[in-house]
């Protein structure tokens, strides 16, 4: 019993990453999902396009590779998405209506002869207007988000602070320096000044004794 209740928590834990698929194109292969879609639903797309390097011997992101998207109604054949994205995207649209829709995906060939094999991995995700109407990892990436602006103006604001304050102790220190010059220079004039009328007076002392005056 002890296994089975492990098998259990395994197949828990793996089974929000068992969304994603990935498939192989050759060429302008075309690959189609046939989705049945309550009205006004919305669907997300996220794709990644890679192709194997034989220099680096494994599956890369070629930036070069342009992916087709097209969604129709079905059986109407109403375009919904008709568009060209690059090797990584998304595309989001909501059903107008409820039924089929088939979503594609092909890569754009290089040359009339292409033949280049293309791994996509592709995920999709459904948010049912009739419910709360939140994507729930958008709202956690929203939230993530603001989170992170709001630590950038936190440490913006502190950052111009630590600045204020080192403003404040250089404007300080000059101001504490220009003052002790001032006291300084003061002092001197006054020593010249005491050292002046002194002088002053001995000359004016030895003056009038040679005159006789006194």
């Known amino acids: ?11 828990v834990i793996c089974t929000p990453w068992a969304d994603a698929l990935y498939f192989y194109l050759e060429g302008s292969e075309k690959k189609c999902f046939l989705e ?10 996220t794709y990644t396009a890679e192709q194997f390097s034989d220099t680096q011997h494994k599956w890369i992101v070629n930036q070069q590779v342009k992916i087709d998207i097209t969604v129709e109604e079905i059986p109407q054949g109403n375009v919904v998405v008709a568009r060209q994205g690059g090797a990584k995207g998304r595309f989001t649209f909501t059903s107008a209506e409820s039924g089929d829709h088939s979503i594609c995906l092909s890569p754009v060939p290089t040359s009339y002869f292409d033949s280049t094999k293309t791994r996509i991995t592709f995920d999709m995700d459904f948010d049912d ?5 939140h994507d729930h990892k958008e709202s956690l990436s929203d939230l993530a988000r603001k989170v992170h602006e709001l630590n950038e103006r936190v440490q913006d604001i502190r950052r111009e602070q630590l ?12 101001s504490e320096l220009t003052n002790s010059r001032v006291v300084w220079w003061t002092v001197l004039q006054l020593i010249v000044l005491g050292v002046v009328c002194v002088w002053q007076m001995r000359h004016f002392k030895t003056f009038f004794v040679s005159k006789k005056l006194v």
């Open 129 to 133: 207007p009739a419910g709360d109407g």
């Open 1 to 11: 019993m002890k296994w089975i209740g492990l098998l259990l928590c395994i197949l």
């Open 36 to 45: 049945e879609l309550p009205k006004e639903t919305m669907v997300t797309g």
């Open 163 to 174: 600045s204020q304050r080192e403003r404040e102790i250089e404007f300080r220190d000059q």
